[in-house]
């Protein structure tokens, strides 16, 4: 017998979903993922929507940072600068759960000064 999502009753429930102990549709999981469900940090679902997700922003925010800072190509030096202010962001952001745009934004500004 085929098992029904939990979560839509329609479809076939081709995952497991911890959250709801039982199986649920890819389209369910998708749809409430951390919205509806509250899914735990251990989901494999979870955490490759994460990556995936990372890697899509990821890959606009270089085509827009590339058009808008297309003058940086000129000037290495400067470039470097910036790329290495980028990489220590993203790592504090891995660190820190709690930090917000206003923190980094503080912390470029004392910099600055």
């Known amino acids: 017998m085929e098992k029904k999502c939990l979560r839509c009753g329609k479809r076939r429930g081709n995952r497991h979903c911890e959250a709801l102990a039982g199986p649920i549709c890819s389209r369910c999981c998708?749809?409430?993922?951390?919205?509806?469900?509250?899914?735990?940090?251990?989901?494999?679902?979870?955490?490759?929507?994460?990556?995936?997700?990372?890697?899509?922003?990821?890959?606009?925010?270089?085509?827009?940072?590339?058009?808008?800072?297309?003058d940086l190509r000129k000037r290495d030096e400067d470039l470097r600068l910036f790329l290495i202010v980028e990489e220590a962001i993203f790592r504090a952001i891995r660190?820190?759960?709690?930090?917000?745009?206003?923190?980094?934004?503080?912390?470029?500004?004392d910099l600055h000064s």
């Open 95 to 109: 660190r820190i759960d709690s930090l917000t745009d206003e923190d980094i934004s503080i912390a470029l500004a």
């Open 30 to 70: 998708g749809e409430n993922r951390l919205i509806k469900i509250a899914c735990p940090r251990t989901c494999h679902h979870l955490e490759q929507n994460e990556s995936f997700q990372r890697k899509k922003q990821h890959s606009r925010y270089r085509e827009v940072f590339v058009e808008v800072n297309a």
